[in-house]
């Protein structure tokens, strides 16, 4: 497994951790908000890897519950959608490989935003990134990620890890 592959399923498990906490917030979401954290969450469903015995049908259960979330945002579809991350983050956290899809690294290469968003990197080699062949580019693709951030977790996204990582074990 690449070091990338290590960010990306951190960056997995931070966005899970995110969800989990603004949604025990129980705070009030628009419309627009919440579809667009359920079509997150959807997302990634996606990126885990198929055919694992216990991590596909807790992927697929999460998918399911923020889809019907996403759909009327009832309070017990919310209830549900908890369930599901717990369950997903639980399972992940005791798999003893990797548990993400072949195409995780080339989709975290065109979403180094999302990737690094919030993890400490330590120092040393591992992990090498490489030069955008238009930084310009590279700017607005890191801006848009901040106003895509802020429209999904408000405050949340402001958390430190260790205090994400705390709320989704418990």
Same mark, same amino acid.
């Given at each position: ?19 989990? #906490? ?37 992927? #697929? ?26 369950? =997903? ?18 989709? #975290? ?54 205090? =994400? ?6």
């Amino acid at each position: 497994m690449t070091t990338l592959h290590l960010y990306a399923e951190a960056a997995i498990r931070r966005d899970l951790a995110r969800a989990r #906490a603004l949604l025990i917030s129980r705070v009030r979401m628009s419309t627009e908000r919440r579809r667009a954290v359920t079509d997150h969450l959807t997302w990634l469903a996606s990126l885990v890897r198929p055919g694992t015995d216990r991590i596909s049908p807790a992927s #697929a259960a999460m998918r399911e519950a923020a889809v019907a979330f996403g759909k009327d945002g009832l309070g017990h579809e919310r209830e549900l959608l908890i369930e599901a991350i717990d369950i =997903l983050v639980d399972t992940t956290a005791t798999w003893p490989t990797r548990w993400t899809a072949e195409d995780v690294p080339r989709v #975290a290469c065109g979403n180094l935003p999302w990737v690094l968003d919030g993890i400490p990197l330590r120092g040393g080699p591992g992990l090498v990134l490489p030069s955008p062949p238009d930084p310009e580019v590279a700017r607005t693709r890191a801006a848009l990620y901040r106003r895509k951030r802020a429209q999904l977790w408000g405050p949340v996204a402001l958390t430190p890890s260790r205090i =994400l990582e705390a709320a989704a074990a418990g």
